[in-house]
Nanobody, 116 residues
Framework: QVQLVESGGGLVQAGGSLRLICAAS????????MGWYRQAPGKQRELVAS???????NYADSVKGRFAISRNYAKNTVFLQMNSLKPEDTAVYYC??????????WGQGSKVTVSS
């Protein structure tokens, strides 16, 4: 089992920045990829950014150039630095850990609100 605990959400004005943090515990050696997803009211959950165990990153087109995902492998932590935030970035952000055959895990969600 893997447990994910998120922190760092909040309220920010448009153009501001926030940093989300996700700390993994438990069977962390089984984690391959980690990522951040978000779900806005009335919309489906979507991938924001992901990072593989080798450090390869992937971003949704809507956040490229504004968000950056990084990972501290020693501390089993993944970060999402969000800059130049827009009102349309408002959503609940979820951390995800892909442990392949051992399961797929989600954090509790961290609310991000961007005011115009």
């Amino acid at each position: 089992q893997v447990q994910l605990v998120e922190s760092g959400g909040g309220l920010v004005q448009a153009g501001g920045s926030l940093r989300l943090i996700c700390a993994a515990s438990g069977s962390t050696s089984r984690i391959k990829n980690m990522g951040w997803y978000r779900q806005a009211p009335g919309k489906q959950r979507e991938l924001v950014a992901s990072i593989t165990s080798e450090g390869t990153t992937n971003y949704a087109d809507s956040v490229k150039g504004r968000f950056a995902i990084s990972r501290n492998y020693a501390k089993n932590t993944v970060f999402l630095q969000m800059n130049s935030l827009k009102p349309e970035d408002t959503a609940v952000y979820y951390c995800n850990a892909d442990a392949r055959m051992y399961g797929n895990y989600w954090g509790q969600g961290s609310k991000v609100t961007v005011s115009s």
